[in-house]
């Protein structure tokens, strides 16, 4: 059965992979442009000090621009996505969220997403669109009683104001803004779980959540209210000194909390997802978002992960039926990658880059290296002024997990299909040296303590 995307008036994706010869020569594009904040200022106080800001200040980040919310409602909103995805349903209560985790049915990761339960019947999905094309398409192709709404990006959105305003307030000194904000402290809310508040008769929702290792909250509201919450944050900020997170300092700050968000949908080459590939555009994520970096496969499949090599075996639960099930069964017992965070050393960083290194953030594939042996490839990358020197987010082989160990990594773009993957094409190797993730303490020990 094919499914039209009634959206859909461009090339799809399968189409443009027949007409480029493959996916990677799709998809690979050297020294692919950031994607940027839309709406948002790159910098306000300086990205330096905005990074600064998550571990010894409060910092505000307003969210309501970057990402697509799918709005999915009706009386088969839960068991649709049950059938799509590997989370547990069982005791998820209004206001809750979870990392979503849709995969195929050879178990790799389509990509992520934040899901936040409203009520029984409904639910939003944040995030990229691509875990919410894997869920439109199964909720059109099956006999599901549901509804879809897509509100996306303020990049992507043709006129017209978010449905939803999300701002973060995050940091050492988070929890005194908020209180002073609030009049006290908010009630005890279980981490990843929300609450219902209000200021000056305006309700909404304070999200209890976390970034760059440190805590916090974001609230989530309806659109027409968010300049009236967000200018009673900032006032009650001034006297702790909050800082207005640009887009720069924004885009680096899940490393340290060990987030990778743009892993590679694992859709370009089953036979049996070639009619989704049909359903999604050419000029969509999946589509345009490209592949680069000194690691270079001719096989995609190589770049496709598991969600037990990002470390999400915690929230994958086999109490049901789901795409990929069988899989994952045998994949918890075969994992042979591990999500690591990279500490550069700083004589290479400044050896390559300078004294000053600038604003750095790269999602390129870079080659990791221990000895001559290829242990891996990085994620998300970027220069951390408050660490001095660059960290990255790689997934390695299991031998070189363990903490201190040393591996280089070659930072440079392979120009892609016609030439050797493994050809010497002269790039700087910078020593780094394996640490956990994530990479913050307090995000690897305390962030799910609800206390």
């Known amino acids: 059965m094919k499914i039209e995307n009634k959206q859909q008036s461009a090339p799809n994706l399968e189409e443009a992979m027949q007409q480029a010869g493959g996916p990677m020569k799709l998809l690979w594009k050297p020294n692919n442009k950031l994607h940027a904040v839309p709406v948002v200022q790159p910098e306000y106080a300086g990205w330096r000090?905005?990074?600064?800001?998550?571990?010894?200040?409060?910092?505000?980040?307003?969210?309501?621009?970057?990402?697509?919310?799918?709005?999915?409602?009706?009386?088969?909103?839960?068991?649709?996505?049950?059938?799509?995805?590997?989370?547990?349903?069982?005791?998820?209560?209004?206001?809750?969220?979870?990392?979503?985790?849709?995969?195929?049915?050879?178990?790799?990761?389509?990509?992520?997403?934040?899901?936040?339960?409203?009520?029984?019947?409904?639910?939003?999905?944040?995030?990229?669109?691509?875990?919410?094309?894997?869920?439109?398409?199964?909720?059109?192709?099956?006999?599901y009683d549901v509804e879809f709404e897509i509100d996306p990006d303020s990049g992507t959105r043709k006129g017209g104001d978010p449905k939803l305003f999300r701002f973060q307030v995050q940091g050492a000194r988070a929890l005194e803004v908020v209180e002073r904000c609030f009049g006290g402290p908010l009630p005890k809310t279980k981490f990843f779980h929300s609450t219902e508040v209000s200021l000056g008769g305006r309700s909404f929702r304070a999200f209890r959540h976390g970034m760059a290792g440190t805590p916090g909250y974001e609230f989530i509201g309806n659109w027409e209210d968010g300049q009236f919450v967000k200018d009673a944050l900032f006032k009650a900020g001034e006297p702790s000194g909050m800082l207005h997170i640009g887009g720069k300092a924004y885009f680096t700050n899940g490393i340290e909390s060990g987030w990778i968000p743009t892993p590679t949908p694992a859709i370009y080459t089953a036979?049996?997802?070639?009619?989704?590939?049909?359903?999604?555009?050419?000029?969509?994520?999946?589509?345009?978002?490209?592949?680069?970096?000194?690691?270079?496969?001719?096989?995609?499949?190589?770049?496709?992960?598991?969600?037990?090599?990002?470390?999400?075996?915690?929230?994958?639960?086999?109490?049901?039926?789901?795409?990929?099930?069988?899989?994952?069964?045998?994949?918890?017992?075969?994992?042979?990658?591990?999500?690591?965070?990279?500490?550069f050393n700083p004589d290479d960083v400044r050896k390559v880059f300078g004294d000053?290194?600038?604003?750095?953030?790269?999602?390129?594939?870079?080659?990791?290296?221990?000895?001559?042996?290829?242990?891996?490839?990085?994620?998300?990358?970027?220069?951390?002024?408050?660490?001095?020197?660059?960290l990255s987010l790689a997934v390695v082989s299991d031998k070189f997990a363990k903490p201190g160990t040393e591996v280089t990594v070659s930072w440079g773009e392979h120009p892609g299909p016609g030439t050797d993957p493994n050809a010497d094409l002269g790039f700087p190797k910078l020593r780094a040296t394996v640490q956990p993730s994530p990479y913050s303490e307090i995000a690897r020990t305390t962030y799910r303590n609800n206390n």
């Open 49 to 143: 000090l905005e990074q600064a800001a998550y571990g010894d200040g409060a910092a505000f980040s307003d969210l309501s621009h970057h990402m697509s919310d799918l709005f999915i409602e009706g009386p088969d909103a839960q068991r649709l996505l049950m059938d799509v995805s590997a989370n547990d349903y069982q005791n998820f209560v209004d206001g809750q969220a979870k990392q979503f985790i849709p995969v195929t049915a050879q178990g790799l990761l389509i990509t992520d997403g934040i899901l936040m339960r409203d009520h029984a019947n409904k639910y939003v999905l944040s995030g990229v669109p691509a875990s919410q094309n894997w869920v439109r398409y199964h909720g059109l192709k099956g006999k």
């Open 271 to 343: 036979p049996e997802l070639e009619d989704y590939r049909r359903f999604i555009s050419l000029f969509s994520f999946e589509g345009m978002r490209g592949i680069h970096g000194s690691y270079y496969s001719d096989n995609i499949e190589d770049y496709y992960l598991s969600p037990f090599e990002l470390g999400y075996g915690k929230s994958i639960a086999f109490n049901h039926d789901f795409i990929g099930r069988e899989a994952l069964e045998r994949a918890r017992e075969q994992q042979l990658r591990t999500k690591v965070t990279l500490v």
């Open 356 to 390: 000053d290194t600038g604003f750095l953030l790269s999602y390129a594939r870079f080659r990791v290296e221990a000895g001559a042996e290829l242990a891996g490839m990085t994620f998300y990358t970027a220069f951390i002024d408050p660490a001095k020197t660059i």
